[in-house]
T-cell receptor, first 112, second 115 residues
Framework: DADVTQTPRNRITKTGKRIMLECSQT?????MYWYRQDPGLGLRLIYY???????NKGEISDGYSVSRQAQAKFSLSLESAIPNQTALYFC???????????FGSGTQLSVL | QKEVEQDPGPLSVPEGAIVSLNCTYS??????FMWYRQYSRKGPELLMY????GNKEDGRFTAQVDKSSKYISLFIRDSQPSDSATYLC???????????????FGKGTHLIIQP
């Protein structure tokens, strides 16, 4: 089984809909992250959390919110999806500062 | 400024060739340098990790950092079709407190190894 699991793998939705992407991990890491990847723009950090009670905005948090339900679970929500949020979304974990990131397999989101 | 420049490619080379992948950066505060490999529809995985200037070798892979020129490289010897992937450089400003929140990724280079 994957250490970092993202659901769903693919999602197509319409403009204005609320969407939740889920991430769970079995690595026991405190630190969890949400990134989006766009062609030509690379990976950009949306939100990150260093423990259950800690939530921080990343480079591009506008239009997104997150919830850290438990050490192992970190979900990303789009309250009202718009087409320019079409992207590949990755969840990642790390064991501490300067430790490597472990990524999930990604969620391809398309907003029509 | 956290800009990292990386040629997106694609870079296509024959099997067995030596591959050179490169990134340049402008922030002199970057101290940790990483290369991630990403296969199609998969998440990136860490390939090499170096601190400050110098070389680091791991099997067929060599990571090189030249802080004076703000230039990092990844060399792949005896390239194989299984090396075909997107390679992303990443750099960390230690002054940001450490952790992936201080990471800046390049846009990735798509590498194709032709059998």
């Amino acid at each position: 089984d994957a250490d970092v699991t993202q659901t769903p793998r693919n999602r197509i939705t319409k403009t204005g809909k609320r969407i939740m992407l889920e991430c769970s991990q079995t690595k026991g890491h405190d630190r969890m992250y949400w990134y989006r990847q766009d062609p030509g723009l690379g990976l950009r950090l949306i939100y990150y959390s260093f423990d259950v009670k800690d939530i921080n905005k990343g480079e591009i948090s506008d239009g997104y919110s997150v919830s850290r339900q438990a050490q192992a679970k970190f979900s990303l929500s789009l309250e009202s999806a718009i087409p320019n949020q079409t992207a590949l979304y990755f969840c990642a974990t790390s064991g501490g500062p300067n430790e490597k990131l472990f990524f999930g397999s990604g969620t391809q989101l398309s907003v029509l | 400024q956290k800009e990292v420049e990386q040629d997106p490619g694609p870079l296509s080379v024959p099997e067995g060739a030596i591959v050179s992948l490169n990134c340049t950066y402008s922030n002199s505060a970057f101290q940790y340098f990483m290369w991630y490999r990403q296969y199609s529809r998969k998440g990136p995985e860490l390939l090499m990790y170096t601190y400050s200037s110098g070389n680091k070798e791991d099997g067929r892979f060599t990571a090189q950092v030249d802080k004076s020129s703000k230039y990092i490289s990844l060399f792949i010897r005896d390239s194989q079709p299984s090396d075909s992937a997107t390679y992303l450089c990443a750099m960390e400003d230690r002054g940001s407190g450490g952790g992936a929140d201080g990471l800046t990724f390049g846009k990735g280079t798509h590498l194709i190894i032709q059998p």
